[in-house]
Nanobody, 121 residues
Framework: QVQLVESGGGLVQAGASLTLSCAAS????????VGWFRQAPGKDREFAAI???????TYADSVKGRFTISRDNAKNTVYLQMNSLISEDTAVYYC???????????????WGQGTQVTVSS
């Protein structure tokens, strides 16, 4: 079992930066791929960034160059640094952990409760 708790969301203006944190407890964190997913009102949940077990990362095209995912296995924490935020980034952001090499939400069995990010234009 892995428990995930996100923090750091809020209301910001377009162009601002925000950093989300996801603290994990339970089983060894470094055994999982960990990602940030987001869900805007009326839309499906989509992946934003994944930190793979091997240390590499993958980003959705919509956030590439603006978002950076990082993980600190010693602290069991994963971060999402978000720069140059735009209104389209407004969503609930979820942290998730899973064992498969996939960006599909169905392969992530552990989820946090989500944190709201609102970008005003």
């Amino acid at each position: 079992q892995v428990q995930l708790v996100e923090s750091g969301g809020g209301l910001v203006q377009a162009g601002a930066s925000l950093t989300l944190s996801c603290a994990a407890s339970g089983r060894t964190f470094n055994r999982y791929n960990v990602g940030w997913f987001r869900q805007a009102p009326g839309k499906d949940r989509e992946f934003a960034a994944i930190s793979w077990i091997d240390g590499t990362t993958t980003y959705a095209d919509s956030v590439k160059g603006r978002f950076t995912i990082s993980r600190d296995n010693a602290k069991n924490t994963v971060y999402l640094q978000m720069n140059s935020l735009i209104s389209e980034d407004t969503a609930v952001y979820y942290c998730a952990a899973g064992g498969s090499y996939s960006t599909n939400t169905r392969f992530y069995g552990y989820w946090g409760q989500g944190t709201q990010v609102t970008v005003s234009s």
